[in-house]
T-cell receptor, first 111, second 113 residues
């Protein structure tokens, strides 16, 4: 079952903050966050591993709550370039770490 | 680091024809994944390789689909007897290990008429 993302869409003014959530019905081992612009490939943003290790872009932060089986992506002081669709993908050793993606959150940053 | 490349970028084919796509992963990456993405959806996993071994196939991957990764380098995805439902963006991703982040290629957009 794919993870559930919320909200489905959000519109921000430049400089505002946003939080995108990702919930799973299964125990999480790792959560991967990607941003995709129209017609382009998903671009890696952040990976969060069970146990607290995380790796990603300096200007983007995320949390990983293993108990609640949730992850949140925090976008602060948004820029126009942040516009796109954000996907979370969950992975487990049992699936060979193949990513199971949510349906995405569409983010539009306006001037 | 040249990134993941895919070829062709676009393919238009008639129903019933066979098509083959190629993916060249980042050179030191052992893992290679194939995903399919349709409009408004997230990518869906199809299959993955650890070096040259194909270790997992999704139930989405019907008998008409076959993938190879000879010598653990580039990979090919072939679709036989294409159907209109096969129209989608086919994405390839690679990673160093299973626990590493995956880097996606630009994708091959397939249109079946």
């Amino acid at each position: 079952q794919q993870p559930v993302q919320s909200p489905q869409a959000v519109i921000l003014r430049e400089g505002e903050d946003a939080v995108i959530n990702c919930s799973s019905s299964k125990a999480l081992y790792s959560v991967h966050w990607y941003r995709q612009k129209h017609g382009e490939a998903p671009v890696f943003l952040m990976i969060l591993l069970k146990g607290g290790e995380q790796k990603g872009h300096e200007k983007i932060s995320a949390s990983f709550n293993e108990k609640k089986q949730q992850s949140s992506l925090y976008l602060t002081a948004s820029q126009l370039s942040y516009s796109g669709t954000y996907f979370c993908g969950t992975a487990t050793p049992n699936s060979g770490y193949a990513l199971n993606f949510g349906k995405g959150t569409s983010l539009l940053v306006t001037p | 680091d040249t990134g993941v490349s895919q070829d062709p970028r676009h393919k238009i084919t008639k129903r019933g024809q066979n098509v083959t796509f190629r993916c060249d992963p980042i050179s030191e990456h052992n893992r290679l994944y194939w995903y399919r993405q349709t409009l408004g959806q997230g990518p869906e996993f199809l299959t993955y390789f650890q070096n040259e071994a194909q270790l997992e196939k999704s139930r989405l991957l019907s008998d008409r689909f076959s993938a190879e990764r000879p010598k653990g380098s580039f990979s090919t995805l072939e679709i036989q007897r294409t159907e209109q439902g096969d129209s989608a963006m086919y994405l390839c991703a690679s990673s160093k290990t299973g626990q590493s982040e995956q880097y996606f290629g630009p994708g091959t957009r397939l249109t079946v008429t």
